[in-house]
């Protein structure tokens, strides 16, 4: 595998948490942390692949990070890019929006010309609705820390798995 970029915020709790879990499956010397709170175009575009945690935060939106690189990553060039996206979100405290922060991030980049990768089933959730869906399957791995977290070890352990034969 080909390095990659992790990028997420290094403040959050659970999405570093999940960061961990990546770095163990991948292998520190396969990826290189960048905090995406301090990211800047230089370093998201050094990558081929990019693994970037993207919470959903409050009724769907991005976290302030991200938003806030949103006008630069539009004049970025990603093609050639090859983006797998895991974030966290809460299916019975916000059933209408879960995961959303992966389906947003998910088409700004996908606008940009990166091919998705790491797409997962939905199989197993429940929630009415998410930008992050795309039929029966996330555009990424959503992760429910507040009630299923026993499940999130085995769901990234298969993301990872996954991520090893999508990313060149």
């Known amino acids: ?20 879990r990546i770095v163990e499956n991948l292998g520190k010397e396969n990826l ?11 370093q998201f575009t050094k990558y081929d692949n990019l693994i970037l945690g993207v919470p959903t935060w409050f009724d769907g939106e991005l976290p302030n ?13 990603l093609k050639g890019k090859r983006i797998a ?6 299916q019975k405290g916000y059933p209408e929006n879960f995961a959303d922060g992966i389906g ?12 998705l990768v790491g797409f997962t089933d939905i199989k197993g959730y429940t929630f009415e609705q ?4 795309r039929e029966n399957t996330f555009a990424g791995l959503a992760l429910d820390f507040e009630n299923q977290a026993s499940k999130n ?6 993301w990872c798995n996954q991520l090893k034969k999508e990313f060149h």
């Open 104 to 115: 947003i991030m998910a088409r700004l980049v996908e606008e940009q010309g990166a091919e």
């Open 153 to 158: 070890k085995e769901r990234i352990t298969a």
């Open 1 to 20: 595998m080909k390095k990659a970029g992790l990028f997420y915020s290094f403040n959050t709790r659970k999405t570093a948490q999940a960061a961990k």
């Open 130 to 133: 998410s930008k992050a869906q």
């Open 32 to 42: 290189d942390e960048i905090n995406a709170e301090t990211v800047t175009e230089d």
């Open 85 to 90: 996206i895991y974030g966290a979100g809460d």
């Open 65 to 77: 990070y991200w938003d806030e690189f949103v006008p630069a990553l539009e004049d970025l060039s």
